[in-house]
């Protein structure tokens, strides 16, 4: 009976060739196979290092979707012919852990092999669940590979943080995604079965389209593969059209070029800039049809809020940072709301460039060299009654709380007649234009 189980698991690993995606099939074995990320995985880098020697710590690997983080893992775990563990930080509890930490010292005391414990998800993994992988760290029963899309100093504990080496990966290049996809073609692992004839536009629209993502990219080709039939000469031709249809996207929306993901998100910016909410939330729409990544859309918000409007509507960073965080926890397609919202408060918020303006020229006073001495007022110093000289005795601070108004009439605060922050006639701005007078006048 236990035979004939074991055959029927066997077979039933066993899977039909088709029944693993094409992405899955390709997966790198070798460093040299994976696509991208040479920043990390590239000769003579820290990574690199660690895995030829097999000196490998705990690691986690941020960075966007079908980017190479799981491809990695596994790619660790073959060079170092280390066991490969998997648990997700969206199912896996403190119980399943546990009894992979168990079988870890197991085989490690009969076989001597290192364990790696692939986490994927780790950033949904709360504060216990984090906390109960630490002393296995410690030990060694397992090294722990952790991957994310988010950036780890936000959400994974500072105690694994400090036990782990950070990488973030970067979404790959079109030219990678073209390569890996066309290498799909001939390898025996991918499609080489198929008798195909693809079009250099198909694998520039694919690589365009995926943003990065070479799972998606992979997948998207083999469906165009396996759903078209083959013309009378057995040959099954891809043309941008098949292509369209396994993606579902319109090539409209972002160019094969890449200049429509540029000129869309620069119409964006530049709707918000000019006050047009119609033509925002149009361009933003669009974003969001394509397919771009709403983390990014949030971060332009951001940056938009300080750059463009600053404190002519102090209360739209807050917007901003708060819309970041709700695409963050509720994802796409709700996000779409939350982002529409921002957008429209961005747009028909007071504009100021003027907090924007002061940081740049101040940055460019340093940078051509002009640092300037601290007054001795204004030093955090603690100097001796007995022996500070007499400048040092009349460099006295004088706290600003104890005058009229919380404002020192005559006190030097930096050593230069330079004027950064210039307000405007432009919102909440108008009033701290007032107010700054006002002192000016004191």
Same mark, same amino acid.
């Not at 035979?3 to 040299?32: G, Q, Y």
């Not at 079109?174 to 693809?198: C, H």
């Not at 013309?231 to 090539?251: F, H, L, P």
């Given at each position: !009976?236990? /035979?004939? #189980? ?11 060739? =088709? ?6 099939? !390709? +997966? ?54 280390? +066991? ?18 168990? !079988? ?18 780790? =950033?949904?993994?709360?504060? %216990?669940?984090?906390? $109960? ?30 036990? %782990? ?23 025996? +692992? ?65 160019? /094969?070029? #890449? ?10 910016? /530049? ?114 009654? $007995? ?5 040092? /005795? ?24 330079? +004027? ?15 107010? !700054? ?6």
């Amino acid at each position: !009976m236990a /035979k004939d #189980e074991s055959n029927i698991f066997e077979k039933e690993v066993e899977k039909p060739f =088709h029944a693993v995606p094409l992405a899955a099939r !390709m +997966r790198p074995e070798t460093l040299d196979e994976i696509a991208g990320q040479q920043h990390v995985v590239g000769e003579g880098k820290l990574l690199r290092r660690a895995i030829e020697a097999d000196r490998i710590s705990s690691i986690i690997f941020y960075g966007p979707p079908g980017c190479g983080k799981t491809s990695i893992a596994e790619v660790i775990a073959k060079v170092t012919s280390s +066991r490969f563990e998997r648990a997700s930080g969206v199912t896996s509890n403190v119980s399943e852990l546990r009894k992979i930490f168990e !079988m870890a010292k197991g085989h490690m005391k009969l076989s001597g092999k290192k364990t790696i414990l692939f986490v994927d998800e780790i =950033h949904r993994f709360n504060k %216990s669940q984090q906390d $109960v992988m630490l002393p296995h760290l410690e030990d060694g029963t397992v090294i722990l590979i952790g991957a994310t899309t988010h950036n780890p100093n936000f959400f994974i504990n500072s105690p694994l943080l400090s036990r %782990s080496l950070v990488f973030e990966l970067k979404a790959l290049e079109k030219e990678d995604i073209i390569s890996l996809l066309k290498r799909s073609l001939d390898d025996p +692992r991918g499609l080489f079965e198929y008798n195909t004839e693809i079009k250099d536009v198909v694998f520039q629209y694919l690589a365009v389209t995926c943003n990065g993502d070479a799972r998606k990219a992979l997948n998207s080709l083999e469906l165009a593969v396996i759903t078209t039939p083959a013309n009378d000469d057995g040959v099954i031709v891809i043309g941008e059209e098949e292509a369209k249809e396994s993606i579902q996207k319109k090539t409209v929306l972002y160019d /094969k070029n #890449e200049d429509g993901h540029y000129d869309t998100i620069s119409a964006f910016i /530049k709707s918000v800039r000019g006050s047009d909410p119609h033509a925002a939330i149009y361009w933003l729409a669009k974003m969001i049809e394509a397919g771009e990544d709403p983390r990014f859309i949030a971060r332009r918000l951001i940056i938009l809020a300080s750059e463009d409007i600053g404190n002519a509507d102090p209360r739209a960073l807050n917007v901003a940072v708060s819309a970041m965080q709700a695409v963050e926890f509720i994802g796409m397609p709700e996000a779409r709301i939350t982002l529409g919202q921002a957008t429209a408060y961005l747009a028909t918020a007071p504009k100021s460039n003027a907090a924007y303006a002061a940081i740049g020229a101040a940055l460019d006073d340093v940078k051509s060299g002009r640092v300037l001495p601290v007054p001795e007022h204004l030093k955090n110093v603690k100097i001796n009654a $007995v022996t500070k000289t007499e400048e040092e /005795k009349n460099a006295t601070y004088d706290y600003p709380h104890s005058h009229n108004n919380n404002f020192v009439e005559e006190q030097e605060y930096v050593p230069t007649s330079a +004027r950064y922050y210039i307000p405007k006639e432009s919102g909440y701005e108008a009033t701290i234009k007032k107010r !700054m007078e006002f002192w000016k006048k004191l």
